[in-house]
Structure formats: structure tokens, C-alpha cells
């Protein structure tokens, strides 16, 4: 017999429940408690298990928020309803659920690996319900799941479809795999003139010292002030990350999580929170001085240090992250798309929403890094 719970934490389910689900995923059960011990504001998290015979065989992360319909809009249209909000400063903001999280780069969903491939399509279908009587208990009328792979027989799409949701893009995922043996043979890899480019944009690193960390203490104020930079400077933005973001994803992820750090002249220009498992070194986050940083290219600096990182401790997959896509492609990544997926449960709303989509889709071109 199928049973679906919703739970208010993911301590209610335990760390061993959830990972066997995900495989121990590098944003597992540990991440996901660290993010929502992070206070975000505006964000309430929760999590659909469906279980069989009281054992957990599907699992999918969410959250309760009132979403700005214009979070991914760029440009001329960005300030279009920009300026409608000002007349209006409720317009266009709903209250969304949506399975997935503010601080995961895919939507996740998990399952018992021992009952192999045959009729996931079936719990996930079950979670959606599960998932769908949680937003309508929370009055949330628009439903939406963020940033799902498109992978062939993915299970979002296999139960997403038939209930009426409309797929738009989402930002995809970049990826490199670490299957050379050092940087040089990378660098042959590139293009002649990426190759000459890089050499010289490294050039600067000789006056630049990287300390990697496992927590911040004694500079957690200027690694903050610097992410408030890089927000500041970004087109599009949806959580804002706290404090205990930061210190929580360290503490609580232990050798799992780290920090590098990148100074000159011992001023902190950078600093670059990284997840690891024994596969896959993940760029969660990337924050600069914008001025100084350019002087010493240490985006470029940041990318050839992650990869030296990976050689050094036998990591396969070097992934960074969902901005500046002309930048990695340049350096070799691949993407892997994703999809947002959403529907609400007014008929008219939902029809404008549909007719609208093109304009929700994330921009997959953003700009290059400096």
C-alpha cells in the first residue's frame, strides 16, 4: 500500500532514509538540513515522501514562497513589469509551490534504488498528488517544480504531463570532465587563441595567494560583503543567502564542503564555496571584488585553480554552475538543459501563464564574466 507524508524538515525523515533515495548525493540530506537551518527569508521548506509499507521509495525536497513573475525576465520586459509593479506592488506575485529548491542546481527527486527502474513513473505521479494536496492546504495557486533535468525517461516529465504542466526552459547545468591528466593537456584542448588568452590572463596569478578552508572563521564579514556585491550585480535574483548559509553548509557538510579564498596583498579579492564528493567537485558559489578581481582575472584564476583541485584529489567532473555560459562553453563544459515546469490552478491565470511562457524562460545567455 502507497502512502504519501509531507514533512515540515527533513530531520523528521533522517539522514539515512533520504540519502538511500538519492544515491548520496553531493546535495543531500546534509546540504538540504544546512539549507533550511539558513533562515531564508521568505522561504518554507518541505518534503514529499511516499512510502510503501512504511519505507520511503520516492522523495522530492520543496518549498512555500510568493514568487515575483518577473524573477527571470531580462531587459526591456524585466522593466516593463517592473514598472507595472510600482502602480501595482502586488502584481504579478503569487504564491508559488514548487518542488525543487532555491539552492539546488536541479530539481531532485529519489528512489528506491532496489526496486530498479520499473514504475517510478508511477510514485512520481503519486508524490505529484502528495505535493499537489500540500500547496492546496497552503492556498498556493501557482504549482511548479524547478530546474528538472531533460534526460530521456525522466520521471518529471513522465508524471508532470499528463496533469497539465507547462514545460519552459530553466537554466541548464555545466559540466567538464576531468578525464586529462594535467593543465597543459587540457589547455590543448582549447582553442588556439582561448589557449594563448588564458595563458595570459594567468599571468596575474602569480601575485595572488588561495587558501582553501573548511569554515570562515575570521572572515566571514568580508566574504559576505563581497557576496552582497555580486548579487548587487546580477539580473536575476531569488534567495538571498544568509550567514548561516555559509557557515551551516561548512559546519554541517564537514570535508564534504570548503572555501577557497583569493588574496592580494592580503586583502580578500574572492572567495569560491565549493562541494565535494570522491566523483565531482561543485562551484556553488562564486563572489568578487569587481574591480580588483578583473585586474587579477580571478574568474579564470577561480576556474584553473578548481580544475587543479580536481587532478590533485582524483575528481572526475568539474560542474560550475548555472551563469556565464559563453565562458564555459569557451573553456570546454557541456550543458545539460533543464526544464521548469508549472501550472496553476485558476483556469484563466493558468492560460495567461501558458500564453506568457516564453517570457517566464530563463535567459540561457547571460553575461560573460570579466
Known amino acids: ?203 596575474a596569478g602569480s601575485q595572488v595567494r588561495v587558501e582553501f578552508r573548511h569554515d570562515l572563521d575570521g572572515v566571514l564579514d568580508p566574504v559576505l560583503a563581497l557576496y552582497r556585491q555580486t548579487r548587487a550585480r546580477a539580473e536575476m535574483q531569488f534567495e538571498e543567502l544568509t550567514p548561516d548559509y555559509f557557515t551551516g553548509i561548512l559546519r554541517q557538510m564537514g570535508e564534504r564542503a570548503l572555501c577557497a579564498l583569493y588574496y592580494a596583498d592580503d586583502q580578500l579579492l574572492a572567495a569560491n564555496l565549493l562541494l565535494r564528493d570522491q566523483e565531482t567537485l561543485l562551484d556553488k558559489f562564486f563572489c568578487m571584488d569587481a574591480e580588483r578581481g578583473r585586474v587579477f582575472n580571478l574568474y579564470y584564476l577561480s576556474w584553473f585553480t578548481n580544475l587543479s583541485y580536481c587532478l590533485n584529489h582524483g575528481l572526475k567532473r568539474y560542474q560550475s554552475g548555472q551563469a556565464a555560459y559563453r565562458n564555459k562553453l569557451r573553456l570546454g563544459s557541456g550543458l545539460t538543459r533543464t526544464q521548469m515546469y508549472f501550472r496553476h490552478r485558476n483556469p484563466v491565470l493558468n492560460a495567461a501563464l501558458r500564453a506568457a511562457a516564453p517570457l517566464l524562460a530563463a535567459d540561457l545567455e547571460p553575461e560573460a564574466a570579466g
Request: aromatic share 8%; hydrophobic share 45%.
Open 1 to 203: 500500500m502507497i502512502r504519501v507524508r509531507t514533512h515540515a524538515s527533513i530531520a523528521e525523515i533522517g539522514r539515512e532514509r533520504w540519502d538511500a533515495l538519492f544515491a548520496n548525493a553531493l546535495e543531500g540530506y546534509d546540504y538540504l538540513h544546512a539549507v533550511e537551518k539558513a533562515g531564508l527569508a521568505g522561504f518554507r521548506f518541505f518534503y514529499v515522501v511516499v512510502e510503501r509499507r512504511g519505507r520511503p521509495v520516492c522523495a522530492a525536497p520543496g518549498f512555500f514562497t510568493d514568487y515575483a513573475l518577473d524573477t527571470t525576465l531580462t531587459g526591456a520586459a524585466r522593466d516593463l513589469v517592473a514598472g507595472a509593479r510600482r502602480l501595482a506592488p502586488r502584481l504579478l506575485t503569487l504564491k508559488l509551490a514548487c518542488l525543487g529548491s532555491p539552492c539546488t542546481e536541479t530539481a531532485l527527486i529519489g528512489f528506491d534504488t532496489a526496486r530498479g527502474l520499473s514504475g517510478r513513473g508511477l510514485l512520481a505521479s503519486a508524490l505529484m498528488d502528495g505535493f499537489e494536496e500540500a500547496a492546496r492546504a497552503e492556498n498556493c495557486g501557482l504549482l511548479a517544480v524547478k530546474d528538472a533535468p531533460v534526460v530521456e525517461g525522466s520521471p518529471w516529465a513522465t508524471a508532470l504531463q499528463p496533469m497539465g504542466y507547462r514545460p519552459v526552459a530553466g537554466l541548464p547545468v555545466a559540466s567538464l570532465a576531468i578525464d586529462f591528466p594535467n593543465i597543459e593537456a587540457y589547455l590543448a584542448r582549447l582553442s588556439a587563441g582561448t589557449r594563448k588568452d588564458m595563458r595570459r590572463k594567468l599571468k
